[in-house]
């Protein structure tokens, strides 16, 4: 079920305000693109400066835009147990096919801590629970153990999004887990590595502009066709790096804006790049063939 490329998409934003139009146009550039999934309302979503309602609200648009044709998973999660719950049953409500759970950031739980915060969450809803594993944003690390834990005692609880960047952690996660654990790459740069040890798939940001491209790594792939893989992610690779040349998703909805695909419009404290680096993200768009 989860497999492929999926979207965390951007929301795009006009004055300020979330522009819902613009918005389905991306989803439906997606769809067309051969995206498998769109996840609204993650990092590259700046779901932490969304309000509640405007939260809700994304996750209704793609839901409805979608219309069944590919997943949704809806960024759900907060660092209050409470608050992640409201999300959850909203986009349960809304449809959604299942959630993404980061991990609660600032509060730094114990892993216990951890447990009891995913399992409540799980509880409280029948969709699936992705969790979402990026230590360098929340400040704490999923242990394998815990996973391991969690998959074993929340039979919603049906994979990791690992943005860790350790594919050691990745190969632990595999070898701890029951067997159809869905292990997906959350960082870009590693998707080709972590199909390679037994993930499914990819929560990609550079897909937002070249959505065509991440499905087709994954899917030659899939289709043993290893040297094509190959050929891809190298191909990738500089574009990429390009769109991490600063925090995300400043760099891809720059990019984004200089293609016209969207107002790179961001909320702080999110602020437009360095003059430098903004040079070097059109160098790589340009090298790319996409400028």
């Known amino acids: 079920m989860f497999k492929g490329s999926m979207t965390a998409i951007v929301t ?21 693109n051969g995206t498998s999934g769109i996840v609204p309302c993650g990092t590259t979503g700046e779901s932490p400066t969304l309000s509640m309602a405007e939260h809700e609200r994304v996750i209704e648009i793609t839901i409805e835009k979608v219309n069944k044709r590919v997943l949704v998973i809806a960024g759900t999660g907060a660092n209050s147990t409470e608050e992640a719950i409201i999300l ?3 986009a349960e409500r809304a449809g959604a096919d299942a959630s993404l759970q980061v991990s609660p950031y600032y509060n730094r739980p114990t892993q216990k801590g951890l447990y009891e ?14 969790l979402y594993n990026i230590a360098s944003r929340t400040g704490v690390n999923i242990e394998p153990e815990t996973i391991a834990r969690l998959a074993k005692d929340c039979e919603n609880i049906v994979g990791v999004k690992e943005a860790s960047g350790s594919l050691d952690q990745m190969s ?8 159809n ?3 997906i790459s959350g960082d870009d740069s590693l998707t080709l590595p972590l199909l390679a040890i037994g993930g499914c798939g990819i929560i990609s940001v550079v897909s937002n502009i070249v959505p065509r491209d991440v499905a087709t790594l994954v899917s030659e792939f899939e289709k043993g066709h290893i040297k094509k893989a190959q050929n891809m992610h190298y191909k990738l690779l500089p574009l990429i790096k390009a769109v991490f040349l600063e925090t995300n998703p400043i760099p891809i909805k720059t990019a984004m804006g200089l293609l016209g695909m969207c107002e ?11 003059p430098e680096n903004l040079e070097k993200l059109k160098k790589a768009l340009k090298e790319y063939g996409l400028l």
């Open 12 to 32: 795009p934003f006009k004055n300020s305000k979330l522009d819902e139009k613009k918005l389905k146009e991306l989803i439906e550039f997606q769809i067309k």
């Open 88 to 90: 959850t049953k909203h």
């Open 181 to 183: 654990f869905v292990l």
């Open 172 to 179: 632990r996660i595999k070898l701890l887990c029951p067997e």
């Open 117 to 130: 915060h995913f399992k409540a969450i799980a509880s409280s809803v029948d969709i699936p629970i992705i």
């Open 264 to 274: 790179p419009d961001l909320r702080l404290p999110l602020c437009p790049m360095s």
